[in-house]
């Protein structure tokens, strides 16, 4: 039985010593050197034109975290969907409430506005705001 682990075992050792040798090798040969220059923000070997740090809406990473979710719930669909005729319809039924909570979690994350990228902001006057 160890037999059949030991070409995994060396290729899992050979790819832990290839990368860490290419990364000590990198470190000792690597320039110390640094400066203002050298350390500035730049993007395509020119400099940038505004601020590098921007703020970004959270709006934007929960339409982001939304689709990680429901992409990964998808991908275990496709497992389903090779075995489908040898499961029979006990796996079907199993795979279609699956599939309802699936529906029911969208149908949550689009009523509550999870979806929404561009929300529109409500504008207070300056002389309204309650002090």
Do not use: C, N
Request: proline content about 5%.
């Amino acid at each position: 039985m160890p037999q059949t682990y030991f070409p995994i075992l060396l290729g899992l050792g050979l790819a832990l010593f290839t990368g860490s040798a290419i990364v000590l090798v990198s470190h000792w040969a690597g320039a110390k050197g640094g400066g203002r220059i050298k350390l500035s923000t730049y993007e395509s070997g020119m400099p940038l034109l505004d601020r590098s740090q921007k703020r970004i809406s959270v709006a934007f990473f929960l339409v982001a975290l939304d689709f990680v979710i429901f992409d990964v719930e998808a991908a275990f669909l496709y497992p389903w969907a090779l075995v489908v005729r040898q499961g029979g319809w006990p796996l079907f039924a199993a795979v279609m409430v699956f599939f309802a909570l699936l529906v029911v979690g969208f149908v949550y994350v689009w009523l509550k506005g999870g979806l929404d990228v561009l929300r529109r902001r409500v504008v207070v006057p300056a002389g309204s705001a309650a002090s």
